[in-house]
T-cell receptor
Framework: DSGVTQTPKHLITATGQRVTLRCSPR?????VYWYQQSLDQGLQFLIQ???????AKGNILERFSAQQFPDLHSELNLSSLELGDSALYFC???????????FGPGTRLLVL | QQQVKQSPQSLIVQKGGIPIINCAYE??????FPWYQQFPGKGPALLIA?????SEKKEGRFTISFNKSAKQFSLHIMDSQPGDSATYFC???????????FGQGTRLTINP
């Protein structure tokens, strides 16, 4: 157990809908990272927050957004969902702005 | 330049054998190279990591070999066991950087 928690574990929704994925980092970690894992693209970095502020952006679609709250938990919002958004979404955390990243168990999103 | 190329895609080894997974990178600014192990339905878990100032690092049965001039690094698993059957990902990042760039993954099967 990495200490990173993610909810929900599974999510099934329809195209065009909006969902919110939640992540709680390990105790003491200030950075939260979001990754998308799909069969064809592998693990792709989406976005990182450090102590409430956005620090880096990767291949994140404009339909996706994230935020980190004062208690350091983070939410990833996915809107206008398409079939191709079906994937595993992982959250990771680290103490600082870089360094070892510890991954949560993931949220499996299925868009029908 | 941001890619990390991993091979092979899949590997089958008999128990006790030494599976070797290789990765190559282009970006010479990368200076942190972790390996992650992922079991089905779980998030990636950090296995071992190396920085380019050393050519080899061992942790238990896992060894990373690093060739800075060739921009390649590899994972060796000594005395492999069926419980080592998982997907292995190499990754790379820049010191203090926010994102990990992952290889495509290797599905390893250790036959009893």
């Amino acid at each position: 157990d990495s200490g990173v928690t993610q909810t929900p574990k599974h999510l099934i929704t329809a195209t065009g809908q909006r969902v919110t994925l939640r992540c709680s980092p390990r105790s003491g970690d200030l950075s939260v990272y979001w990754y998308q894992q799909s069969l064809d693209q592998g693990l792709q970095f989406l976005i990182q927050y450090y102590n409430g502020e956005e620090r880096a952006k990767g291949n994140i679609l404009e339909r996706f957004s994230a935020q980190q709250f004062p208690d350091l938990h983070s939410e990833l919002n996915l809107s206008s969902l398409e079939l191709g958004d079906s994937a595993l979404y992982f959250c990771a955390s680290s103490v600082g702005q870089g360094g070892t990243q510890y991954f949560g168990p993931g949220t499996r999103l299925l868009v029908l | 330049q941001q890619q990390v190329k991993q091979s092979p895609q899949s590997l089958i080894v008999q128990k006790g054998g030494i599976p070797i997974i290789n990765c190559a990178y282009e970006n010479t600014a990368f200076d942190y190279f972790p390996w992650y192990q992922q079991f089905p339905g779980k998030g990636p878990a950090l296995l071992i990591a190396i920085r380019p100032d050393v050519s080899e690092k061992k942790e238990g049965r896992f060894t990373i070999s690093f060739n800075k001039s060739a921009k390649q690094f590899s994972l060796h698993i000594m005395d492999s066991q069926p419980g080592d059957s998982a997907t292995y990902f190499c990754a790379a990042s820049k010191e203090g950087a926010q994102k990990l760039v992952f290889g495509q993954g290797t599905r390893l099967t250790i036959n009893p």
